[in-house]
Antibody, heavy 121, light 110 residues
Framework: QVQLQESGPGLVKPSQTLSLTCTVSGGSISSGGYYWSWIRQHPGKGLEWIGYIYYSGSTYYNPSLKSRVTISVDTSKNQFSLKLSSVTAADTAVYYC?????????????WGQGTLVTVSS | QSALTQPASVSGSPGQSITISCTGTSSDVGSYNLVSWYQQHPGKAPKLMIYEVSKRPSGVSNRFSGSKSGNTASLTISGLQAEDEADYYCCSYAGSSTCVFGGGTKLTVL
């Protein structure tokens, strides 16, 4: 059973960089076949796809966030990470990591529990 | 890349059937049979209910079914049960390795 777990600071100051890590267990990121994704949910709002990474390091981002987002992968630790720069209060959200299928994209079958990140001074 | 359009809320009585629509464009829903649906209970992570328009993951009740016509996908829940009360989100592949979600629909079981 694949499990994903987000970790990182719950509070980030405006203009700083939000950094989160997702640790994958029960399966290897290096095995291929999956995109490793970040998705966020503003308080009381819907889901927003941020982007994903393949184990090779290829990345794909939401065009609306592309200029501020970097997703990276560390296959030795079976982890992937999100960095979102120049954050504002509008970036306050629950951030989820999830697994998507390369063959059948938009098919997020495993999710982390989510972590709330608040942007505030 | 605009969010897919879903009704804000739907409701039904136990045992009834309801349908939630998800309207996109010819660039996303209309172009690919890659629409999925997620159920989210308060404070929980979303759960995959339908993928590739109409396929159900193992363990998901056959009371949940999906379909698509043109730029609109639909999720139908038959034999409504109290535990179906949740938020539901659709998601579509939008080309160029990007995805787009719907705004979400709150299902109330009366």
């Amino acid at each position: 059973q694949v499990q994903l777990q987000e970790s990182g600071p719950g509070l980030v100051k405006p203009s700083q960089t939000l950094s989160l890590t997702c640790t994958v267990s029960g399966g290897s990121i290096s095995s291929g076949g999956y995109y490793w994704s970040w998705i966020r949910q503003h308080p009381g709002k819907g889901l927003e796809w941020i982007g994903y990474i393949y184990y090779s390091g290829s990345t794909y981002y939401n065009p609306s966030l592309k200029s501020r987002v970097t997703i990276s992968v560390d296959t030795s630790k079976n982890q992937f990470s999100l960095k979102l720069s120049s954050v504002t209060a509008a970036d306050t959200a629950v951030y989820y990591c999830a697994r998507d299928s390369v063959r059948e994209p938009a098919h997020f079958d495993y999710w982390g529990q989510g972590t709330l990140v608040t942007v505030s001074s | 890349q605009s969010a897919l359009t879903q009704p804000a809320s739907v409701s039904g009585s136990p045992g009834q059937s309801i349908t939630i629509s998800c309207t996109g464009t010819s660039s996303d829903v209309g172009s690919y049979n890659l629409v999925s649906w997620y159920q989210q209970h308060p404070g929980k992570a979303p759960k995959l209910m339908i993928y590739e328009v109409s396929k159900r993951p193992s363990g998901v009740s056959n009371r949940f079914s999906g379909s698509k016509s043109g730029n609109t996908a639909s999720l139908t829940i038959s034999g409504l049960q109290a535990e179906d009360e949740a938020d539901y989100y659709c998601c579509s592949y939008a080309g160029s390795s990007t995805c787009v979600f719907g705004g979400g629909t709150k299902l109330t079981v009366l």
